[in-house]
């Protein structure tokens, strides 16, 4: 157990819902990441929080929004969603902060979204 | 630019025989390189870590990798594989050294084990 939590594990929607994806991480970690996990784009950075603040964007859609709440729990909003945005998404959590030596990530177990 | 490239997507060995999974890396500063195991329907889990000390690093479950800089190079070892082996590797870089952690994953390689 990797101490992060992500709700809900299993999501099933259609084509232009929205939906809302949750991530604890792990206690004392200030940094949580995002990543989609597809069959075709393997496992991608989509974005990081760090302390409430974006730090870095990777391969983000303009659709695709998150945060990271005061209490550290992170949300990543997937809107006007399509077919090929069934993955798996998974959260990471670390230490990391500005002057970290390295970066040693902890993920959750995923949620995967299906979208019909 | 930092990129990773893992040179097989699918890996397989019969049990009892070592591993090596290979991965070359592209940085432009000293990197920290990682390699993750990913079960089927699970999440990652961290093997082992290179951080700029030991070239050699130690990781779970009786892997380990070697950092070799004139090579770019960080292959993942085993001596003996196990059928609890059997998972996706990733071969992670990392780049500390701008203000935001910037994290590439390889493509991953299938590691299967023959009983």
């Known amino acids: 157990d990797s101490g992060v939590t992500q709700t809900p594990k299993h999501l099933i929607t259609a084509t232009g819902q929205r939906v809302t994806l949750r991530c604890s991480p792990r206690?004392?970690?200030?940094?949580v990441y995002w990543y989609q996990q597809s069959l075709d784009q393997g496992l991608q950075f989509l974005i990081q929080y760090y302390n409430g603040e974006e730090r870095a964007k990777g391969n983000i859609l303009e659709r695709f929004s998150a945060q990271q709440f005061p209490d550290l729990h992170s949300e990543l909003n997937l809107s006007s969603l399509e077919l090929g945005d069934s993955a798996l998404y998974f959260c990471a959590s670390s230490s990391w902060s500005s002057g970290t030596s390295y970066n040693e990530q902890f993920f959750g177990p995923g949620t995967r979204l299906t979208v019909l | 630019a930092q990129s990773v490239t893992q040179l097989d997507s699918h890996v397989s060995v019969s049990e009892g025989t070592p591993v090596l999974l290979r991965c070359n890396y592209s940085s432009s500063y000293s990197p920290s390189l990682f390699w993750y195991v990913q079960h089927p329907n699970k999440g990652l889990q961290l093997l082992l870590k290179y951080t700029s000390a030991a070239t050699l690093v130690k990781g779970i479950n009786g892997f380990e990798a070697e950092f070799k800089k004139s090579e770019t190079s960080f292959h993942l070892t085993k001596p003996s594989a196990h059928m609890s082996d059997a998972a996706e590797y990733f071969c992670v870089v990392s780049d500390m050294r701008s203000s935001a952690s910037k994290i590439i994953f390889g493509s991953g390689t299938r590691l299967s084990i023959r009983p």
């Open positions: 206690s004392g970690d200030l940094s």
